[in-house]
């Protein structure tokens, strides 16, 4: 079975639709990392098509900041003017949806999903020394994570406590990247971002897992960016939120 591997989408229908029509035929369930909304245009499209999809779903701090779940005193500026907005456009029942997500970690089809840290579901996974409690603690061999939108991971090795960072990405002119999975390692993995990388690279991130194959691909699928800020700044959304998006920070 192929897992379609979704993350922080944030509310960019634009570039969740690219991603879909990408990778048709190629995946058999979905997963969601969380982070649905938040930050972009379309809340309740992006909501509704996950729903459609099936995609089991765990929820990021900014669907429990739309959904009163989370206080935003710790949110910036910004993101906090985007959660107020959120919330005022999203339709009764997918914010009732998105206020019932569960919260990480969550096994399902074999991996183990993940919006922040094992540990902690708010707390960002950078560093090698933060990736090594989870996993080791994680309770699968292959665990996906999200929240700090930026693509790859990290791998270990128990028999010689060797910690590997995953630098995998998709070069410009390719689509994908693949991952070949080792049965004696763990592993740490982020799909990416789909509405707002902040790894360099503008393009929608995600990952396919084929499990039964040993081979996780990291694709990035380009979308028509400019289209997205014309509705964003339409909504009066924050321009920094605006203009990261061409750039992918
Ligand atoms: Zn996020």
């Not at 929820?59 to 900041?65: F, I, L, S, V, Y």
């Not at 399902?108 to 707390?123: I, K, M, N, P």
């Not at 930026?150 to 991952?179: D, K, M, W």
Request: one cysteine or more; hydrophobic letters at 40%; aromatic letters at 8%.
């Amino acid at each position: 079975m192929r897992i379609l591997v979704l993350s922080d989408i944030h509310a960019n229908f634009t570039a969740l639709t690219a991603a879909l029509d990408a990778v048709k035929d190629r995946w058999e369930h979905a997963v969601c990392l969380g982070d649905v909304v938040g930050y972009g245009p379309d809340p309740n499209e992006v909501t509704s098509k996950i729903r459609e999809l099936g995609a089991k779903t765990i929820r990021g701090n900014h669907d429990k900041a739309a959904t009163d779940l989370m206080a935003t005193h710790d949110f910036n500026p910004v993101a906090k003017a985007a959660v107020d907005w959120t919330r005022s456009r999203l339709s009764p029942d997918n914010l009732k949806w998105l206020s019932e997500l569960p919260s990480g970690p969550l096994e399902t089809d074999g991996v183990v999903l993940v919006h922040g840290a094992f540990q902690d579901e708010d707390e960002y996974v950078f560093t090698p020394a933060q990736a090594l409690e989870g996993l080791l603690d994680s309770t699968g061999a292959i665990t996906f994570f999200g929240h700090t939108h930026h693509q790859g991971g990290f791998s270990y090795e128990n028999f010689n406590s060797h910690l590997e960072v995953l630098n995998i990405h998709p070069r410009p002119s390719e689509s994908f990247a693949p991952l070949r999975i080792e049965t004696k390692r763990r592993y740490l993995l982020n799909p990416g971002s789909i509405g707002q990388p902040r790894d360099g690279d503008p393009r929608a991130g995600f990952a396919i897992a084929d499990l039964e194959h040993e081979i996780v691909e990291f694709w990035r699928v380009p979308y028509d960016i400019s289209e997205v800020q014309a509705r964003m700044r339409a909504a009066r959304l924050p321009e920094p939120l605006v203009q990261r998006l061409v750039v992918g920070r």
